[in-house]
Nanobody, 119 residues
Framework: QVQLVESGGGLVQAGGSLRLSCAASGSIFGIDPMGWYRQAPGKQRELVAVMISGISTNYADSVKGRFTISRDNAKNTVYLQMDSLKPEDTAVYYC?????????????WGQGTQVTVSS
């Protein structure tokens, strides 16, 4: 099994920054892609950013130019640097990875971390 531990959420004023981390552990033979989703109250979960093969990145239009996704392969950790935060960024942020356990690939989700941006 794979465990994902998220950290870095919190309360910040508009214009501020936060950095989220998600560390994967377990019997992992490969892990890709790694990404972040978010879910605001009353809304569907949406993709925020994803990194594929440690190189290619995709971002939601709403966060382009403000958020940066990165990963540390040695630590099986993915980060989300969030700058110029806006109140509409308020949501629970979830880490999502696809990991190889044994000979099969599985999807895993983190427990979620709350990000609240005050105006």
């Amino acid at each position: 099994q794979v465990q994902l531990v998220e950290s870095g959420g919190g309360l910040v004023q508009a214009g501020g920054s936060l950095r989220l981390s998600c560390a994967a552990s377990g019997s992992i033979f490969g892990i890709d892609p790694m990404g972040w989703y978010r879910q605001a109250p009353g809304k569907q979960r949406e993709l925020v950013a994803v990194m594929i093969s440690g190189i290619s990145t995709n971002y939601a239009d709403s966060v382009k130019g403000r958020f940066t996704i990165s990963r540390d392969n040695a630590k099986n950790t993915v980060y989300l640097q969030m700058d110029s935060l806006k109140p509409e960024d308020t949501a629970v942020y979830y880490c999502n990875v696809r990991a190889m356990v044994g000979s099969r690939w599985y999807d895993y989700w983190g427990q979620g971390t709350q990000v609240t941006v005050s105006s």
